[in-house]
């Protein structure tokens, strides 16, 4: 009888393996088979199961635990967790499109738009081959000049999204006219201190209190298509109006 749970050779093959493997396991997660505090099985236990490198389990043990699934005990092995934070929110909107849909005005600045090589955790989430390139776009949003919220975005090369477009083109709109529009995201918020440089460009601090959004967003076969990183001022206040129809959501300042 099949209860509906998939195995390691059952994994989807429409999608990236090492992201299909990291949809089994957070599953495995999600449904108490790894409660918190269980430890992974051994690399090459996983190896084996799904039939492919120990690279690209790797890379899913990698991506689990940048979403904050996994985490590794140095000399110990790697055990599942609970995001140390969950906010679950309907819908696919940014933090941004969200004020703007409340009638807020927001102005964007683009600070820094161009080819890099990324760090190693966006590598990860986007599935970038060794040596690839990313476009990396840093944008300001402000509210009657104050400055609200500092958006990093990662974009893969091949997407052949321009920086000048997205200076005066939504995002998502971009990705919807290319033929790529995101259907699927994923997002964890914590809380954090603003750096020096951070502080600078939001007029706080340093180490004044933020919101953190990390943001994977894929598209229809869940290839990953936007890797956002988007800082909140954190006098800001979120506040949630839920009922069973959805989640309204309300931004403010104290």
């Not at 600070?111 to 970038?128: E, Q, S």
């Not at 529009?181 to 601090?205: G, K, M, W």
Request: charge should be negative; charged fraction near 30%.
């Amino acid at each position: 009888m099949n209860d509906g749970r998939r195995t390691g050779r059952e994994y989807e093959t429409r999608v990236p393996k090492y992201l299909a493997i990291y949809r089994v396991l957070a599953d495995r997660i999600a449904d108490g088979r790894y409660p918190p505090d269980a430890p992974l099985p051994a690399q090459r236990e996983l190896v084996e199961e799904f039939d492919v490198s120990l690279m690209t389990v790797r890379q899913a043990i990698q991506a689990l635990e940048a979403d904050g699934l996994l985490e590794t005990r140095h000399g110990v092995g790697t055990f599942a967790r609970r995001p140390a934070f969950a906010y679950g929110l309907t819908g696919l909107r940014s933090l941004s499109q969200d004020l703007v849909e409340q009638g807020i005005e927001l102005e964007t600045e683009v600070l820094d738009a161009r080819l890099v090589v990324p760090p190693a955790d966006v590598v990860t989430r986007l599935g970038v081959a060794d040596g690839g390139r990313v476009l990396a776009v840093e944008r300001l949003r402000r509210t009657r000049a104050v400055p609200l919220l500092l958006q990093t975005s990662y974009l893969p090369e091949e997407l052949g999204i321009g920086a000048e477009q997205l200076r005066h083109r939504s995002l998502y709109r971009l990705l919807e006219e290319s033929g790529r529009p995101v259907r699927q995201a994923s997002e964890t918020i914590q809380a954090v201190a603003l750096t020096a440089d951070q502080a600078r460009v939001l007029q706080r601090e340093p180490g004044s209190p933020a919101l953190l959004s990390c943001r994977l967003s894929r598209g229809e076969d869940g290839t990953p298509l936007v890797d956002d990183r988007a800082l909140l001022v954190g006098d800001t206040v979120i506040t949630a109006e839920r009922a069973v129809t959805g989640t309204d959501l309300a931004y403010g300042h104290r």
